[in-house]
């Protein structure tokens, strides 16, 4: 069974960092692409970020661009978010999801809160 | 704005088929296949469709998806209390060079 569970939300302060995990088991971690996805409170879905299986590609929505980083790790079956310069706006739920033409399957999101 | 647009809102009765359209550009769906994504409240994002119109193992054939030129649509026969969610297309852009998804469509069952 695929599994992806996230982890290190948070309140932060603006201006100040994060770092999102997502442990992924059930599936062969280095077979695919792995997203993040979030969703700003009553608001609809955005994607954020990708990677491509050996993390030799990543993409990222400009609001993003330069502040937020995307990494894995193959052997230990995780995904990485790293969030800098944390804005009111990153407020959101933020979902960890495996790509295969698309996010497939999604983990039950983690919620970072930016506020002072 | 949503570079993918959807209707905010679509409502149909118990037994009813409804459709939930979704309209983008050559960029992104006129040049790559489209996801739909229900999302029941509280919980995570579900792939309801994917490849336009495959569906995942276990979505039930009620659920049904097709594309053609710049335009997807998600279709919904035999309505049921519990379709009652929002529901999200989602496509590749090749300009942006991003995944972008609609702005969502909650369905009312009355």
């Known amino acids: 069974e695929v599994q992806l569970v996230e982890s290190g939300g948070g309140l932060v302060q603006p201006g100040g960092s994060l770092r999102l995990s997502c442990a992924a088991s059930g599936f062969t971690f280095s077979g695919y692409w792995m997203t993040w996805v979030r969703q700003a409170p009553g608001k609809g879905l955005e994607w954020v970020a990708n990677i491509k299986q050996d993390g030799s590609e990543k993409y990222y929505v400009d609001s993003v661009k330069g502040r937020f980083t995307i990494s894995r790790d193959n052997a230990k079956n995780s995904l990485y978010l790293q969030m800098n310069s944390l804005r009111a706006e990153d407020t959101a739920m933020y979902y960890c999801?495996?790509?295969?033409?698309?996010?497939?399957?999604w983990g039950q999101g983690t919620l970072v809160t930016v506020s002072s | 704005q949503s570079v993918l647009t959807q209707p905010p809102s679509a409502s149909g009765t118990p037994g009813q088929r409804v459709t939930i359209s979704c309209s983008g550009s050559?960029?992104?769906?006129?040049?790559?296949?489209v996801n739909w994504y229900q999302q029941l409240p509280g919980t995570a994002p579900k792939l309801l469709v994917n490849s336009n119109n495959q569906r995942p193992s276990g979505v039930p054939d009620r659920f049904s998806g097709s594309k053609s030129g710049t335009s997807a649509s998600l279709a919904i026969s035999g309505l049921q209390s519990e379709d009652e969610a929002d529901y999200y297309c989602?496509?590749?852009?090749?300009?942006?060079?991003?995944?972008?998804f609609g702005g969502g469509t909650k369905l009312t069952v009355l």
């Open positions: 989602a496509v590749w852009d090749d300009s942006l060079n991003g995944r972008v």
């Open positions: 999801a495996r790509s295969q033409g698309g996010p497939d399957y």
């Open positions: 050559s960029s992104n769906i006129g040049s790559n296949t």
